[in-house]
């Protein structure tokens, strides 16, 4: 089993959808948590942390699960320029950041 | 622009010779981090630094790869004799402290022909 698994997608949505993403972790240890956004070719780019409690940033939340070793990404009102692939980030202590291999969206016009 | 920076960007070289890349973190960064991304996977750890000290290296670096960090500041990664298998992006990234996020540099794409 991958330490970090994401479904690959593709997710094609139209301009205005929501869509959400789930990403699953195999150490129970893991102690922190990100989300990262990818464009083609570019470096990852910090999207935003995930909280226990859940955190939200405009039209972007993010939710943690500790009992089922998952973590959320919500996308609300999704604009064209949310096309990009989300990274989901790991920490399982010391440094140690594994990432998933990622889900692509593209949001269709 | 006070972000992470790597050099060069592209790297084009021709099995077994050597080639250096070079990475600035961000200046109040202690920890600095390699990665190498292929197409298709999330970024895979290298190895990483606590200044100037050398704290963690993956399996996935062979005797060919050596990374460097003197006086805490830039590092560099070297790869030996490179194998068409080393190409790929070397992504560095820098960070205030543990368990914080990282933020990457534009990344350096290396093409082994």
């Known amino acids: 089993r991958k330490e970090v698994e994401q479904d690959p997608g593709p997710f094609n949505v139209p301009e205005g959808a929501t869509v959400a993403f789930n990403c699953t972790y195999s150490?129970?240890?893991?102690?922190?948590f990100f989300w990262y956004r990818q464009d083609c070719r570019k470096e990852p780019k910090l999207l935003m942390s995930?909280?226990?409690s859940g955190n939200e940033d405009g039209r972007f939340t993010a939710q943690l699960n500790r009992a089922s070793q998952y973590i959320s990404l919500l996308i609300r009102d999704s604009k064209l320029s949310d096309s990009a692939t989300y990274l989901c980030?790991?920490?399982?202590?010391?440094?140690?950041?594994?990432f998933g291999a990622g889900t692509r969206l593209t949001v269709k016009p | 622009d006070t972000g992470v920076s790597q050099d060069p960007r592209h790297k084009i070289t021709k099995r077994g010779q050597n080639v250096t890349f070079r990475c600035d973190p961000i200046s109040e960064h202690n920890r600095l981090y390699w990665y190498r991304q292929t197409l298709g996977q999330g970024p895979e750890f290298l190895t990483y630094?606590?200044?100037?000290?050398?704290?963690?290296k993956s399996r996935l670096l062979s005797d060919r790869f050596s990374a460097e960090r003197p006086k805490g500041s830039f590092s560099t990664l070297e790869i030996q004799r490179t194998e068409q298998g080393d190409s790929a992006m070397y992504l560095c990234?820098?960070?205030?402290?543990?368990?914080?996020?990282?933020?990457f540099g534009p990344g350096t794409r290396l093409t082994v022909t």
């Open positions: 990234a820098s960070s205030p402290g543990t368990l914080n996020e990282q933020y």
């Open positions: 150490n129970s240890a893991s102690q922190s």
């Open positions: 980030v790991v920490n399982l202590g010391w440094d140690d950041m594994r």
């Open positions: 995930v909280y226990s």
């Open positions: 630094f606590q200044n100037e000290a050398q704290l963690e």
